[in-house]
């Protein structure tokens, strides 16, 4: 069973303890709470689809730290900075190309990129020096979380650590938007309208 505790410094330093030794935390964002490991070991990233009970074929996104930190792993067109300068930190996921295949987190050449504005994850991110997934906590197919408390027993009972913090600022998933060469898709709209984003890609630039 997982050890509950309160988001804090040392919160931040036990949970990047954990995904430094390929275990997983629950942790807050800004939108959801999400299930992290280190992204870039292949047995975490295989436990973590257990616990979810995630088809292999469905890759989970990334949270990194910075826009720098997402560039070492994926490419931003002009249209995609566009974007990341705008909301990000924030609540949206960028779907771009990714840079080198990797399995479980990437799909024909595309990776999912966040970049979370809450104050927990955003000090993890700056702390454990590899990108974490950012996968919503809980298993597939069934609705996420907003609280600790409000975690599937399953998640409590398989992962390390859940960082209890308070609700989440906006109480509903990210936005997803795929950027692919000039081709701007809305995957999934969340905390960010459409409108939003369509504003500012027709915005001039002065």
């Not at 330093?13 to 430094?20: F, N, P, Q, R, T």
């Not at 990000?88 to 990797?102: C, E, F, Q, S, W």
């Not at 955003?122 to 298993?139: E, M, V």
Request: charged residues 25%; proline residues 5%; contains cysteine.
């Amino acid at each position: 069973m997982a050890r509950i505790v309160k988001a804090s410094s040392s919160a931040v330093s036990e949970c990047a303890k954990v995904l430094e030794s390929g275990g997983i935390v629950a942790y807050p964002t800004e939108t959801v709470y999400g299930l992290g490991v280190d992204a870039t070991n292949p047995k975490a990233l295989k436990s973590l689809f257990a616990v979810k009970e995630r088809d292999m074929t469905k890759p989970s996104s990334v949270a990194v730290s910075g826009i720098e930190k997402a560039k070492e792993i994926a490419i931003f067109n002009q249209t995609a900075e566009k974007l990341a300068m705008r909301f990000l930190p924030g609540p949206m996921t960028l779907v771009v190309r990714a840079i080198l295949p990797m399995p479980l987190i990437s799909l024909n050449g595309k990776i999912g990129i966040r970049i979370p504005s809450n104050d927990f994850s955003n000090k993890l991110l700056r702390q454990f020096p590899r990108p974490i997934t950012a996968t919503s906590a809980n298993i597939s197919g069934q609705g996420s979380v907003t609280r600790a408390s409000d975690l599937h027993s399953k998640i409590i009972d398989s992962v390390d650590v859940v960082v209890d913090s308070q609700e989440s600022k906006y109480g509903q998933g990210s936005t997803v938007v795929e950027v692919l060469d000039s081709r701007v898709k809305i995957l999934r709209e969340g905390a960010i309208a459409s409108e939003e984003i369509e504003n500012i890609l027709n915005a001039k630039t002065e």
